[in-house]
């Protein structure tokens, strides 16, 4: 067979890698071929491919299928030991278990391996098929053992998704409704202990795990068991993802058992946050790229660099996220948008989708931005929304939450077995438990002890311990770690993450109810119970001075300026901004903050119902300003209302809360202040 | 630069495509590249390309953001000459001529475009680049002249989305919100003729819009005016393309100036039938593959064939939807799912979605599967669920209908510009014109007068020539003709489909109301009135004998066999199964029917809100029996019963109900009957 090829430079213009080549080859088939044939051979192929995938996506569709009515029996009989996670991912298994050893492919014919070996991998790929071109697209890097299975596994690499589907699919659902539904009052009552968690915790982890792993994996470099290299980068990298806690089974429980408030705040305020510190934590130790040849020494600059990254990228992810926020509640503020419930609904869900694709264009983490998003959504433009669009966004959210969560539970399961590279290391796997149980115990009790100084209700001792016990695993661990999985340290990571996110949720989630029991923890705690206990106030003072610095001044602002410039409620602009920018406060408030603040003295009931509902309302404010006047002399008395006022307001924000886990619920919370029939009915249906 | 090559025949098995090559070519580059230095290019690449998809989806995001502010505001001024869709188009237009003329991209460096000479296109490649081997999968063919422009215009080419988006993603979300709001009652009272519209039409228009192509081709080929092949197949696939129509402008004027409900009934019934046989007629066309050398020639068989193609693709579809919306049915009804909402709308929506999947992996067509899935969605299965999952499925099918829809329109004005292969052709373009508007008044004007010959109640005159000014073509017309273009013909098929859709939605769309007043064709008309004008009934009767024998046959096996059987509504199957399978009976009529049957007597009125729905509800029959009791004797009396009660069980079908173009209706409906004002209010919600 003759072959000639030659180079036409009709593109080789400068550029480091921009070559141009063209082989001409005439092998096996004769040139004789009849186009038109290989054209309907070509559709054909096509067609097929497309069948095959329908087909893999109705697996899928198929599992959360028969998940959704096993959980269905589940809460019908009052059984709480698996959650429909765990549950997702058992199904998983067993599909994945049939699909790897049931059905048996056989080698698939149509699939052509050619195979050029040039210098370059090319983004995009002309091959010219007797005259006509075909353009391929770079899908991504095969090793080399893996090359005789392509075709032989066809089928089980069908099932396997790019990685980046969780990113960019799976994983913003999830996390907006995380943010949109944050508990906020009793969030913001432990602010300063969740961000301690949140940040320096998941920081500490971090480094505790991946010290301990380098440890583990130079121990098996010497007894031989490393088939590959392993940096003390990787170990971090590992240390990062696997800090990313997700107790959506403990919340679950939590919420069904109404588990004390603040332990709840506290858990899910650090789970939230700690997704993204995670996340930017791992990209960042991936951007750790230090100068000379040697490219894993440490080195200071690249240290800094790194640190850089971290600070850079969560800022501008934060900012995104509040930017889009903010533009949101100002639209839904200033147009009559709420009077045609579906395009504000459209609106609202593609304003908060494009924060995601900003961030991503803008190369931030859009993951990170949308979670901000969704908090900033939930505080401000929520209380803009017509109360039909209030419920659409929830309950959308609440579903693609549901969804998402329960199909990426269910992948976890199927590719445990579908994966081709799994590297399992008995040594690597117990260390990496043993480690993040470590890395755990030192975010959570050192922090703890620090933290119970300023506070005043302390974090009990029983707390810590249920903390300790409820840090699961999930979904943002597994999306981090199957990433990447080109190199042999990632594959070995991918494979134990696994092991540990399976662990964590069937064992830890499933003994949660035991754990409860064991560590005496009071269950069945009515969230406004504790205010109405009267005015002794120990409660009171305690959740006032908790994170006193950090909360007011965030209270103040948030309560004087924000609310009233984003909301039609707060206090008007008039009264709180300075003199000087009067007429711009005029302009920037809402007629109905006015009336409002009149309605405030006679009734606050129904003001609870209507936009209490998520957001922080404005209590009973002591400032009484008349429209026109902007005398700024009333504004040390809001601040100095806050004190008391603070509590009652933070109280407001309970009702009709859609939290994270609340899909669990039992239509069992009686518990509740008497609402009309509608809400409670309708509130009733968003929590089962 | 030398070059060898070596045939690794490792997996040349047998299999007439399967050939393996290893051609290793040193090239451009030095080998001594570090790798890692590779890797880091390769992540770059990959990572600059995501960052690029980001941004080119929000480009589609911000058009639609800035759609529905400019819709609010039209609406806010009851502004009615330009409908969202059309306005979608129009920014769509402008995004694509930024892109075209106003952007310019400079080659791109890192796109290596390297083409590898063979006879095969195979669906994956291996290129192995200095050891490493990278995937390929096969994108598509690409025309030779585009070859050059692959580096210029790679950023159009961004925008350009894969044809396969919009039948797998954006199409299904809007047939099905098509079919689970189809306006049941007027649509059922005129089923004979919309079928007749449907089908027939369809067939019509599709063959003499084809001729008169062909007619036309013939004669630019005779002028030398055609730049390549342009068979008569082509032609009758355009046919088939132009022939489904979209009219969802009308219908949001019709439904905004409450029109005659039949003629409404007409056209949204044909437009959302003529869709699926459109989809299915063309592909049916694209099957016509005569046997031998010239593929072109007319051959009976291949007829035949591509007409049992048409058949046994439709009708599978058909049976799929349906099985898939029974399985839903039984599911809601046989299981107490109703309790938890969000499991109820997860499952319901995973349902439907797999109709979908399931229609395409069996080689059936998704799109029609979808449609009768979401009719029987409507009819059976919204009975069984929970009142917060009515709304929540109402609610969420309408916004992705809302999204699809205004995504796909403002698409296609940025195709407009950034397609990278128009051929407009001016005789063309006046051929399909004349084509189109003669195929709709073939469709429409004799099968009017058929049918007027067998109706009591009349297709006027002017209902006729209304009906035929709405032959707006939409979504599914641009779909069909955007999934192929690889051939000379399909491409001006391509820009020929784009102007007619435009020329119809923004003129045919915009004349709407003139129409409607220059026909003389009455508005305000409130649905239910005609049926309380009392004992005269001419109309009654004149509704009872239209299509008569087709309607009856149906309604009395629905009402008597599959209400009992999949909902909890209808008389017990005790009462209408032969006394033979009486035990079967008993068992699968669910208790409520038996309750139900009580109630019926002493109040309607709440039945009427809480599943008279959407659903044919079981009005007042006149059969007794006793639960025992399976005596068919009664059947006969509820057949007897039906010719009066049929009108006024439709009646009750009326209340709340979200057709298709609702979300245009502005909140001015209070020609409805007074419903509790939770219901009325949440009502206009969602039709606004």
């Given at each position: 067979?003759?072959?000639?090829?030659?180079?036409?430079?009709?593109?080789?213009?400068?550029?480091?890698?921009?070559?141009?080549v063209?082989?001409?080859?005439?092998?096996?088939?004769s040139?004789?071929?009849?186009?038109?044939?290989?054209?309907?051979?070509?559709?054909?192929?096509?067609?097929?491919?497309?069948?095959?995938?329908?087909?893999?996506?109705?697996?899928?569709?198929?599992?959360?299928?028969?998940?959704i009515?096993?959980?269905?029996?589940?809460?019908?009989?009052?059984?709480?030991?698996?959650?429909?996670?765990?549950?997702?991912?058992?199904?998983?298994?067993?599909?994945?278990?049939?699909?790897?050893?049931?059905?048996?492919?056989?080698?698939?014919?149509?699939?052509?391996?050619?195979?050029?070996?040039?210098?370059?991998?090319?983004?995009?790929?002309?091959?010219?098929v007797?005259?006509?071109?075909?353009?391929?697209?770079?899908?991504?890097?095969?090793?080399?053992?893996?090359?005789?299975?392509?075709?032989?596994?066809?089928?089980?690499?069908?099932?396997?998704?790019?990685?980046?589907v969780?990113?960019?699919?799976?994983?913003?659902?999830?996390?907006?409704?995380?943010?949109?539904?944050?508990?906020?009052?009793?969030?913001?009552?432990?602010?300063?202990?969740?961000?301690?968690?949140?940040?320096?915790?998941?920081?500490?982890?971090?480094f505790?795990?991946?010290?301990?792993?380098?440890?583990?994996?130079?121990?098996?470099?010497?007894?031989?068991?490393?088939?590959?290299?392993?940096?003390?980068?990787?170990?971090?990298?590992?240390?990062?993802?696997v800090?990313?806690?997700?107790?959506?089974?403990?919340?679950?429980?939590?919420?069904?058992?109404?588990?004390?408030?603040?332990l709840?705040?506290?858990?899910?305020?650090?789970?939230?946050?700690?997704?993204?510190?995670?996340?930017?934590?791992?990209?960042?130790?991936?951007?750790y790229?230090?100068?000379?040849?040697?490219?894993?020494?440490?080195?200071?600059?690249?240290?800094v660099?790194?640190?850089?990254?971290?600070?850079?990228?969560?800022?501008?992810?934060?900012?995104?996220?509040?930017?889009?926020?903010?533009?949101?509640?100002?639209?839904?503020?200033?147009?009559?948008?709420?009077?045609?419930s579906?395009?504000?609904?459209?609106?609202?869900?593609?304003?908060?989708?494009?924060?995601?694709?900003?961030?991503?264009?803008?190369?931030?983490?859009g993951?990170?931005?949308?979670?901000?998003?969704?908090?900033?959504?939930?505080?401000?433009?929520?209380?803009?929304?017509?109360?039909?669009?209030?419920?659409?966004?929830?309950?959308?959210?609440?579903?693609?939450?549901?969804?998402?969560?329960?199909?990426?539970?269910?992948?976890?399961?199927?590719?445990?077995?579908?994966?081709?590279?799994?590297?399992?290391?008995?040594?690597?796997?117990?260390?990496?438990?043993?480690?993040?149980?470590?890395?755990?115990?030192?975010?959570?009790?050192?922090?703890?002890?620090?933290l119970?100084?300023?506070?005043?209700?302390?974090?009990?001792?029983?707390?810590?311990?249920?903390?300790?016990?409820?840090?699961?695993?999930?979904?943002?661990?597994?999306?981090?770690?199957?990433?990447?999985?080109?190199?042999?340290?990632?594959?070995m990571?991918?494979?134990?993450?696994?092991?540990?996110?399976?662990?964590?949720?069937?064992?830890?989630?499933?003994?949660t109810?035991?754990?409860?029991?064991?560590?005496?923890?009071?269950?069945?705690?009515?969230?406004?119970?504790?205010?109405?206990?009267?005015?002794?106030?120990?409660?009171?003072?305690?959740?006032?001075?908790?994170?006193?610095?950090?909360?007011?001044?965030?209270?103040?602002?948030?309560?004087?300026?924000?609310?009233?410039?984003?909301?039609?409620?707060?206090?008007?602009?008039?009264?709180?901004?300075?003199?000087?920018?009067?007429?711009?406060?005029?302009?920037?408030?809402?007629?109905?903050?006015y009336?409002?603040?009149?309605?405030?003295?006679?009734?606050?009931?129904?003001?609870?119902?209507?936009?209490?509902?998520?957001?922080?309302?404005?209590?009973?404010?002591?400032?009484?300003?008349?429209?026109?006047?902007?005398?700024?002399?009333?504004?040390?008395?809001?601040?100095?209302?806050?004190?008391?006022?603070?509590?009652?307001?933070?109280?407001?924000?309970?009702?009709?809360?859609?939290?994270?886990?609340?899909?669990?619920?039992?239509?069992?919370?009686?518990?509740?202040?008497?609402?009309?029939g509608?809400?409670?009915?309708?509130?009733?249906?968003?929590?089962?």
């Amino acid at each position: 067979m003759g072959s000639r090829w030659k180079n036409s430079g009709n593109c080789c213009a400068s550029g480091m890698l921009s070559l141009c080549v063209l082989v001409s080859l005439s092998i096996c088939l004769s040139r004789a071929e009849d186009s038109a044939m290989e054209n309907i051979v070509t559709e054909k192929k096509a067609e097929e491919s497309h069948r095959q995938d329908s087909a893999d996506l109705l697996i899928f569709i198929m599992l959360l299928t028969l998940t959704i009515l096993t959980i269905w029996l589940f809460k019908h009989r009052r059984f709480r030991f698996l959650h429909e996670t765990g549950l997702a991912m058992i199904y998983g298994l067993l599909v994945g278990v049939v699909l790897r050893y049931g059905i048996h492919v056989p080698r698939d014919m149509n699939n052509i391996t050619l195979s050029c070996h040039v210098n370059a991998s090319p983004a995009t790929l002309l091959v010219n098929v007797s005259g006509k071109f075909y353009e391929y697209t770079l899908k991504g890097e095969i090793s080399g053992k893996e090359i005789d299975d392509v075709q032989d596994n066809e089928m089980l690499r069908k099932v396997t998704f790019d990685p980046e589907v969780f990113f960019n699919i799976l994983l913003p659902p999830i996390i907006f409704h995380a943010g949109y539904s944050l508990k906020r009052r009793h969030f913001f009552r432990n602010m300063g202990s969740i961000l301690a968690y949140a940040f320096l915790g998941t920081v500490i982890s971090c480094f505790i795990i991946g010290l301990l792993m380098y440890g583990c994996v130079t121990l098996m470099k010497q007894i031989g068991q490393l088939g590959g290299d392993f940096f003390f980068t990787d170990c971090l990298f590992f240390g990062a993802i696997v800090s990313a806690t997700d107790p959506v089974t403990v919340l679950a429980i939590f919420n069904e058992l109404q588990v004390d408030v603040d332990l709840y705040a506290l858990l899910f305020g650090e789970s939230v946050l700690n997704d993204a510190v995670a996340v930017v934590l791992s990209s960042s130790i991936v951007a750790y790229q230090p100068q000379g040849d040697n490219t894993h020494t440490f080195e200071a600059m690249a240290m800094v660099k790194s640190f850089g990254v971290f600070l850079g990228v969560f800022s501008g992810s934060f900012a995104l996220g509040m930017a889009t926020g903010v533009m949101t509640a100002l639209v839904t503020k200033f147009t009559k948008l709420r009077d045609f419930s579906l395009l504000e609904t459209a609106l609202f869900f593609l304003m908060s989708w494009s924060t995601f694709l900003l961030a991503e264009a803008c190369g931030f983490t859009g993951v990170v931005a949308v979670l901000f998003c969704g908090i900033t959504q939930a505080h401000y433009t929520y209380n803009n929304l017509s109360p039909e669009s209030q419920d659409r966004t929830k309950q959308l959210f609440e579903l693609l939450n549901f969804l998402a969560e329960n199909f990426i539970f269910s992948y976890m399961g199927l590719t445990l077995f579908t994966f081709q590279n799994h590297v399992f290391n008995p040594i690597f796997i117990i260390g990496a438990f043993l480690a993040t149980f470590l890395g755990r115990a030192a975010n959570i009790y050192p922090l703890s002890f620090l933290l119970n100084l300023g506070r005043r209700n302390k974090i009990s001792s029983n707390f810590q311990h249920m903390m300790m016990f409820a840090g699961l695993r999930g979904a943002m661990t597994f999306a981090l770690s199957i990433r990447d999985t080109a190199t042999y340290a990632r594959r070995m990571m991918f494979s134990t993450t696994l092991l540990v996110v399976f662990f964590t949720v069937w064992v830890c989630g499933g003994g949660t109810t035991q754990m409860l029991s064991c560590q005496r923890i009071r269950v069945g705690v009515d969230p406004d119970q504790e205010h109405s206990i009267g005015p002794d106030g120990i409660e009171r003072r305690s959740t006032k001075h908790e994170s006193a610095w950090l909360f007011r001044i965030w209270y103040n602002f948030d309560h004087n300026y924000m609310k009233p410039f984003l909301t039609h409620s707060g206090p008007p602009l008039t009264a709180t901004m300075p003199a000087c920018c009067g007429a711009l406060a005029r302009c920037l408030t809402s007629p109905q903050a006015y009336e409002n603040e009149e309605q405030l003295r006679d009734d606050d009931s129904d003001l609870i119902l209507n936009d209490g509902d998520i957001s922080l309302t404005y209590g009973d404010i002591t400032v009484s300003t008349d429209a026109s006047g902007a005398h700024t002399s009333s504004r040390p008395s809001v601040v100095a209302a806050n004190s008391d006022e603070l509590d009652r307001e933070l109280a407001l924000g309970e009702h009709e809360l859609v939290i994270r886990g609340t899909r669990l619920v039992l239509p069992m919370d009686d518990s509740e202040p008497p609402l009309p029939g509608d809400v409670l009915h309708r509130r009733s249906g968003a929590l089962s």
